[in-house]
Every structure is written in structure tokens, then in C-alpha cells.
Antibody
Framework: EVQLLESGGGLVQPGGSLRLSCAAS????????MSWVRQAPGKGLEWVSG????????YYADSVKGRFIISRDNSKNTLYLQMNSLRAEDTAVYYC???????????????WGQGTLVSVSS | ETVMTQSPATLSVSPGERATLSCRAS??????LAWYQQKPGQAPRLLIH???TRATDIPARFSGSGSETEFTLTISSLQSEDFAVYYC?????????FGQGTKVEIK
């Protein structure tokens, strides 16, 4: 069974940085695009960023472009999200999710982790 | 960006009844539309992709329809486990976007 396990969340001050990780197992990680999706407390889902299986193409929501960086280490089966210049409105549960189809990205998300909470507050 | 608008925000339905949820896109997304179900404290679960294709292990009471800008998720006979929040998502245009969700609650 596919497993996705996020880590790295926590409390950070406005303007600070945080790096999230997502450890993947039980599938050929390098063959699938991956995404980060977030959910503010009591709110809906927001797609944040996606990356191709090869890592050579990345995509971002306008709300995080220039502040967040998505990357992956296929040798470690791990996805990352480097979050800089954090704002209060970035407070959310951050999920990593896998694409259903080979070689797609940010499309149909068939497996999700359980999420990690990021709180931005002074 | 492509704005996805779901209606209604809340749908009150009795068990065994039919539920119809709508999703409208601000521009064409072709058939690149997915539906997800989310229960409290859980991650979303993929229900439908390609506007009408059920994901693995999704019961036949869930069906999707539509194309371009208008989409519908129908739950033919609501079971107790179906009371949840449902989101549509387009994956035709960048950035990918979700609707704001429809909560299906027990009437």
C-alpha cells in the first residue's frame, strides 16, 4: 500500500522559514508527480505546488510563488517544501499527495498523507 | 487562475435520498475534473476523475457528469458514511484549483 508521511511542521514566527518533508514508500517514487496541498483551519483545500517525477519542472500557486520551493530527492523517496517569508495566512495543514498517472503532475491526486500542521504566529 | 465555484455550500439530505452537488469552472477545463471526499480529521479521498470515472474501490452510488465548465457529482442513495465535505478540482489549467467545498449533512 502506498504510504506518504509528512513531517517538519510546527510553530514559526512571521517572516521565518520551515522545511516540510514527505517520505514516500511502496511505489516507484521517481515515476510520479507529487503535489503539496494545504488546508487552513476550518477552510477548504488549496493546491500549493507540484513537481514532475524527474524533478525538472515545478509549479506554484500565485499565493506562494517566490516564497516556497518544491523539490524532491528520488534517491531518498522524499518530497520537500521549503517555505520562506512565512505569513499568518500560510497557517494550515500541509498534505503531500501523489499523482494517479505516470508522468503527470498536479493532476489527479490518488494518495494523500495525513498532513503536518504549520502555524505562523508571533 | 481558474475559479471553481461549488453549490450549494451545505446540502441537508436524509439517508437513502439522492444528493446532487454542482461545480462550475470560470473557464473551460475540458473533462479534467476530479471530485474528493473529506471527513473530519482525515485526508481527502479521490472519488471521481476525468469528470465521470470512479476511482478504485469507489461505490457505484457515486457518479460524475459534465464537461467544459459545468459538472455534477451525484450520490444516488446516501449512506451514513457519505456525510462529509466534497471538493471539485480542475487539473486542466495552471495553477490547479479546488472549489470551496460542499458539506453534505444529515437532515
Amino acid at each position: 500500500e502506498v504510504q506518504l508521511l509528512e513531517s517538519g511542521g510546527g510553530l514559526v514566527q512571521p517572516g521565518g522559514s520551515l522545511r516540510l518533508s514527505c517520505a514516500a514508500s511502496e511505489f516507484t517514487f521517481s515515476s510520479y508527480g507529487m503535489s503539496w496541498v494545504r488546508q487552513a483551519p476550518g477552510k477548504g483545500l488549496e493546491w500549493v505546488s507540484g513537481i514532475r517525477g524527474s524533478g525538472d519542472s515545478t509549479y506554484y500557486a500565485d499565493s506562494v510563488k517566490g516564497r516556497f520551493i518544491i523539490s524532491r530527492d528520488n534517491s531518498k523517496n522524499t518530497l520537500y517544501l521549503q517555505m520562506n517569508s512565512l505569513r499568518a495566512e500560510d497557517t494550515a495543514v500541509y498534505y503531500c499527495a501523489k499523482d494517479l498517472w505516470l508522468r503527470s503532475v498536479g493532476g489527479i491526486l490518488d494518495y494523500w498523507g495525513q498532513g503536518t500542521l504549520v502555524s505562523v504566529s508571533s | 487562475e481558474t475559479v471553481m465555484t461549488q453549490s450549494p455550500a451545505t446540502l441537508s439530505v436524509s439517508p437513502g435520498e439522492r444528493a446532487t452537488l454542482s461545480c462550475r469552472a470560470s473557464e473551460s477545463v475540458s473533462s479534467n475534473l476530479a471530485w474528493y471526499q473529506q471527513k473530519p480529521g482525515q485526508a481527502p479521498r479521490l472519488l471521481i476523475h476525468g469528470a465521470f470515472t470512479r476511482a478504485t474501490d469507489i461505490p457505484a452510488r457515486f457518479s460524475g457528469s459534465g464537461s467544459e465548465t459545468e459538472f455534477t457529482l451525484t450520490i444516488s442513495s446516501l449512506q451514513s458514511e457519505d456525510f462529509a465535505v466534497y471538493y471539485c478540482q480542475q487539473y486542466n489549467n495552471w495553477p490547479r484549483t479546488f472549489g470551496q467545498g460542499t458539506k453534505v449533512e444529515i437532515k
